[in-house]
Antibody, heavy 125, light 108 residues
Framework: QVQLQQWGAGLLKPSETLSLTCAVY????????WTWIRQSPGQGLEWIGE???????NSNPSLTSRVTMSVDTSKNQFSLKMSSVTAADTAVYYC???????????????????WGNGTTVTVSS | SSDLTQDPAVSVALGQTVRITCQGD??????ASWYQQKPGQAPLLVIY???NRPSGIPDRFSGSTSGNTASLTITGTQAEDEADYFC???????????FGGGTKLTVL
């Protein structure tokens, strides 16, 4: 059974860089999209971005300028860095495994079937 | 505002059927997936694709798509189904994934 274990600093000051890592246990690292999602207190889910095992990325246009995602296939890990954080970045951050498949003839389906437990990140001076 | 529109709250009587909807411009092309989230927990995938349930999800959960609207239906709703439900699909430009704003389901 695939499990995702995530970790990173939970308390940051404004302007610092958020850094989170997610390790994949019990499954393949290839053919999937490794995803970051966040949830601000009392709010809905926000897709941050995804990266595949080749390092190809796609990210939320509202966050792209501050987000860097990377993979370490030798360790089955992927990471998120978000620069210049503010209080608005306070949230629970989740990593997840995403699957993206073609549904003939002209459709696609995409879903996140395995999630990490979440890391609470607080930005406060 | 979100590219995917969900009703903020829906209620249903115990044992009855409830439909939660998600409207978006790209749902015809990118099937929605649905997630259940209970307080303090990570989201849980309940429906993906045309109408697929991951292992362990009860068969009272089903999905459908009509035009630009995806629906999650719970037949014979149980007390433990009380949760927030989120859909995902592609944004209006077709470039990025987005979540709907979520629907809080209350079981009466």
């Amino acid at each position: 059974q695939v499990q995702l274990q995530q970790w990173g600093a939970g308390l940051l000051k404004p302007s610092e860089t958020l850094s989170l890592t997610c390790a994949v246990y019990g499954g393949s690292f290839t053919t999937y999209y490794w995803t970051w999602i966040r949830q601000s207190p009392g709010q809905g889910l926000e897709w941050i971005g995804e990266i595949n095992d080749s390092g190809s990325t796609n990210s939320n246009p509202s966050l792209t300028s501050r987000v860097t995602m990377s993979v370490d296939t030798s360790k089955n890990q992927f990471s998120l860095k978000m620069s210049s954080v503010t209080a608005a970045d306070t949230a629970v951050y989740y990593c997840a495994r995403a699957i993206w498949r073609r549904a003939p003839p002209l459709s696609f389906y995409h879903y996140m079937d395995v999630w990490g437990n979440g890391t609470t990140v607080t930005v406060s001076s | 505002s979100s590219d995917l529109t969900q009703d903020p709250a829906v209620s249903v009587a115990l044992g009855q059927t409830v439909r939660i909807t998600c409207q978006g411009d790209r749902i015809r092309t990118y099937y929605a997936s649905w997630y259940q989230q209970k307080p303090g927990q990570a989201p849980l995938l309940v429906i993906y694709g045309e109408n697929n349930r991951p292992s362990g999800i009860p068969d009272r959960f089903s999905g459908s798509t009509s035009g630009n609207t995806a629906s999650l239906t719970i037949t014979g709703t149980q007390a433990e189904d009380e949760a927030d439900y989120f859909c995902t699909s592609r944004d209006s430009n077709g470039d990025h994934w987005v979540f709907g704003g979520g629907t809080k389901l209350t079981v009466l």
